[in-house]
């Protein structure tokens, strides 16, 4: 993050409980103006309580919130007027159109960006004259951003805005996120799937258990792990070819850990180019078909489970 970059959020010593059950225990972070800010958890980590605090939707137990310099507690009508928040899919209006929605919506609103403008950016212009409820569930969280987006926004708040999406429908809201960062908007996202976390992010905030596990960069994230990575070679030849090169692979230099199932070979490796060129040296001499090779980067699920010991719990 550059230093030199505003501040627009400001979240210190977050805390909130429901009965016995500690939900957010004492995060903390900031964000600056422009950054897609992804806070990323397992179901149940406490993500959504942490957004609806910041939204004003939930009083904290304890901790503060700044947002463009306001507090909810002095300023909430004019944080409500700068921030824009995406409504869940029950909100919207079943029986009006997809235009007819965005103007009921900007109608609450003392500024408003064009709604023909927020049809394009959300990709439902050919769309506009359709009832709600004829829209896919891929479309209704599209128009729900764009809802999000009537007041032309400073800051805009998701909340899992792809769950229970297909794939196609996914990336389409990954496209408008990245509209959004286009647009110079900041946008604070919340998820459970470290694919869009590690594509969408300028920096991830990694929470379990209510407690920030990490917080950084994706790519800074995933090289504080060990440089080690795993190499997938398949024989043709079967297992026979496979425990050869076994062999081979655990008297080369760099390999950490080999493992082999049949005729697939799994080797861990610090260098793994300088294993690769050791290994094709081998099957090159010995005239053995490697049908397939893959070298396997680490990711943020990687990062998570090395953080907290726990396998990824989607």
Not at 96 to 117: I, K
Not at 143 to 155: F, K, Q, R, S, T
Not at 183 to 204: C, N, Q
Request: proline fraction near 3%.
């Amino acid at each position: 993050m550059n230093s030199g970059q505003a501040m627009v959020l400001q979240v210190d010593r977050l805390r909130k409980s429901f009965g016995s059950v500690v939900a957010v225990d004492g995060i903390s972070f900031d964000v600056a103006q422009g950054e897609v800010f992804t806070i990323i958890g397992p179901n149940g980590a406490g993500k959504t309580t942490t957004l609806e605090m910041i939204e004003g939707m939930q009083k904290p137990d304890d901790g503060t919130i700044t947002i463009l310099g306001d507090s909810w507690s002095s300023r909430a009508r004019s944080i409500k007027m700068r921030i824009g928040v995406q409504p869940q899919s029950s909100a919207l209006f079943d029986l009006l159109t997809v235009e007819e929605n965005l103007d009921v919506f900007a109608s609450f609103y003392e500024r408003q960006r064009p709604v023909e403008e927020i049809m394009r950016l959300i990709n439902l212009t050919d769309h506009r004259d359709k009832r709600v409820k004829t829209l896919s569930g891929g479309q209704k969280q599209r128009l729900a951003i764009g809802l999000a987006m009537v007041n032309d926004p400073e800051i805009i708040f998701l909340d899992e805005p792809t769950t229970g999406l297909d794939p196609q429908a996914r990336r389409n809201i990954w496209d408008i996120v990245l509209k959004l960062k286009e647009l110079g908007k900041t946008t604070i996202l919340t998820t459970h799937y470290m694919e869009e976390a590690e594509k969408l992010s300028d920096r991830v905030c990694i929470v379990d258990q209510g407690k920030i596990i990490a917080i950084d960069t994706p790519k800074a994230l995933i090289g504080r792990l060990t440089k080690e990575r795993e190499i997938h070679l398949t024989f043709t030849g079967g297992a026979a070819q496979a425990a050869e090169a076994e062999g081979i692979a655990r008297t080369t230099e760099a390999v950490t850990s080999v493992s082999r199932d049949g005729e697939h070979l799994i080797v861990c490796s610090t260098r793994p180019e300088q294993t690769l060129y050791r290994l094709f040296g081998y099957t090159t001499e010995q005239e053995v078909q490697v049908e397939q090779v893959s070298i396997r980067e680490m990711s943020l699920e990687d990062v998570f489970i090395a953080f907290t010991g726990k396998e990824w719990r989607d």
